[in-house]
C-alpha cells in the first residue's frame, strides 16, 4: 500500500483545468436556496473558481469566498470582475483561517471537505466553521456516500479517458483514472494521468471518505445538530444506495 502523505496537487486545482470540465450545476438550485433563505451574508468555503460563488452573487446573494489556492482566486476574482459581480475572496485555510465576523449561512460544497484527511483537521474546520456562524445560522456541505462496490469496481482497472474536453486554446485533454483505496486511512487514492496536447503527467488527488455515521457522530461531537440529510441534490432522502450525503446542520 502506498504510505505516502495524502493530499491534492496543485495541477487539480489548475483554474484552466478545473474550469474545462468542472461545468455542472446540479448543486446550485440546493446553495441558491439555502442562500435566499439565510437573509443574510453568506460564506463559501473552498469558493474554487466560484463556479457557485458567482451564479450566487449573481442572483442577489452577499457572499464571500475562500479559498487556499491563488491560482483558483485569481479566475474567480477575474470572472466576477469580467460579470460586474461585487464579491469579497478571500486567500486562506478553512481550518484556521477568521475573517473577524460572522454569517447566517456558511458552506463548503462539492466535496471539498474530503480534502481534509485526519479527525484532528475536520474538528478544526468545524471549529472555524462554528467561529463564523451567527446565532440561528445555518451549515451546510456535501460530500459522496463512499460505495464499497464503487471502489472494488474502481481498483479492478485504470479507467481510460474518463474525462475529456477541450482548453480555451483548443488544446484536446484526455484523464485517465487509477484508483487505489487506503483502509487504514479511509482514503480514496486517486491518481489521474492528463494527456493535454503532446503532454503527460500525473497527478495525485487523494479523497478521504466519511462513512455516514461517522460523520453524524463527528457533528454531534464538535456542536451541531443535524436539521436534514439528503441522499441526492434533488433532495431524496438518504439512503443506503445515495451518491451523496448532503447536510444541512445548525450550532447545538
Ligand atoms: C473541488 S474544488 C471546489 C471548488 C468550488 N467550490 C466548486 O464547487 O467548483 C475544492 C477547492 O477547495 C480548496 N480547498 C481544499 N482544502 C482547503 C482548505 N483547507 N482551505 C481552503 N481551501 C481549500 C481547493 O483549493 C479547491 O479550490
Redesign the pocket.
Known amino acids: 500500500m502506498n504510505s505516502s502523505p495524502l493530499g491534492?496537487d496543485r495541477r487539480i486545482?489548475d483554474a484552466d483545468l478545473?474550469d474545462g470540465f468542472?461545468r455542472f450545476t446540479d448543486?446550485l438550485p440546493f446553495y441558491l436556496c439555502l442562500a435566499r433563505a439565510a437573509r443574510g451574508s453568506v460564506l463559501?468555503?473552498?469558493?474554487?473558481?466560484?463556479?457557485?460563488?458567482l451564479p450566487l452573487a449573481g442572483a442577489g446573494v452577499d457572499i464571500t469566498g475562500?479559498?487556499?489556492?491563488s491560482s483558483?482566486l485569481e479566475r474567480a476574482r477575474r470572472k466576477a470582475r469580467e460579470a460586474r459581480l461585487r464579491i469579497r475572496f478571500v486567500r486562506?485555510?478553512?481550518?484556521a483561517?477568521s475573517l473577524g465576523r460572522k454569517f447566517r449561512l456558511v458552506f463548503i460544497?462539492?466535496?471539498?471537505l474530503q480534502?481534509?484527511y485526519s479527525v484532528e483537521d475536520v474538528e478544526r474546520?468545524f471549529r472555524n466553521v462554528r467561529r463564523h456562524l451567527s446565532p440561528g445560522g445555518r451549515f451546510a456541505f456535501d460530500v459522496f456516500n463512499p460505495s464499497v462496490r464503487y471502489i472494488v469496481e474502481s481498483e479492478r482497472k485504470v479507467q481510460k479517458a474518463k474525462i475529456r474536453f477541450r482548453l480555451p486554446d483548443g488544446r484536446k485533454v484526455s484523464i485517465d483514472e487509477r484508483f487505489r483505496y487506503d483502509a487504514a486511512r479511509q482514503t480514496a487514492r486517486v491518481t489521474w494521468v492528463h494527456h493535454v496536447g503532446g503532454k503527460t503527467f500525473a497527478s495525485r488527488l487523494d479523497m478521504r471518505c466519511f462513512y455516514p455515521l461517522e460523520l453524524d457522530a463527528l457533528l454531534r461531537h464538535n456542536g451541531f445538530s443535524v436539521l436534514r440529510k439528503y441522499g441526492s441534490f434533488d433532495l431524496k432522502p438518504f439512503r443506503s444506495e445515495s451518491p451523496k450525503q448532503i447536510f444541512v446542520c445548525a450550532q447545538r
Open positions: 491534492v486545482y478545473y468542472n448543486d463559501e468555503l473552498c469558493c474554487g473558481t466560484g463556479r457557485l460563488t475562500l479559498d487556499f489556492t483558483m486562506g485555510d478553512m481550518k483561517k460544497p462539492f466535496n471539498s480534502n481534509t474546520v
